[in-house]
């Protein structure tokens, strides 16, 4: 089987140093980091440094869905990288990068306010059931991110 690629991408009105401590703040983290409107997070235990470990219990429907992995990079503000293990990734171990790129007033970013790129890249994903669930899920956590940061979340 081909290991495949997920990407996806958000531009958020933030500093990049704002959201990438979301990322790493436990309590912060909870507060956001919804993949699905069905789905909660039940508890999240971080250790933010490199080769520290972190497990996510999601919530659906009264199941707890673990999630787990390892902080591989951590350089703030710019670059995380962590292994990724779940049920829906075989329970194999995949591998995430966030980057997070402030842009310049100009053509992509019109309303010149803090604007940070955030680029999320899943890697070693097998099969198109989880090509699929995690673009899905990535792509409702980013924009939750976005919801958290303006304080609709």
């Not at 869905?65 to 703030?76: A, C, N, R, S, V």
């Not at 899905?136 to 304080?151: M, P, R, V, Y």
């Amino acid at each position: 089987m081909i290991n495949q690629v997920v990407k996806v991408e958000k531009r958020i009105n933030a500093e990049p140093i704002r959201l990438f401590r979301a990322w790493l703040k436990a309590e912060e983290f909870s507060s956001w980091f919804l993949p699905g409107n069905s789905i909660g997070i039940e508890s999240a235990l971080l250790d933010p440094r490199p080769g520290g470990r972190f497990k996510i219990n999601m919530l659906h429907e009264g199941k707890i869905l673990p999630h787990e992995g390892e902080y591989q990079i951590i350089d703030e503000p710019k670059k995380l990288v962590f292994t990724w293990r779940s049920h829906a990734t075989g329970g194999l171990d995949t591998l995430v990068t966030v980057t997070f790129d402030p842009l310049e007033e100009g053509s992509l970013n019109p309303n010149k306010k803090t604007q940070t790129l955030i680029t999320l890249i899943h890697e070693r994903l097998i099969g198109e059931d989880a090509i699929t669930s995690h673009k899905a899920g990535w792509t409702h956590i980013l924009d939750s991110l976005e919801k958290w940061q303006i304080g609709k979340v």
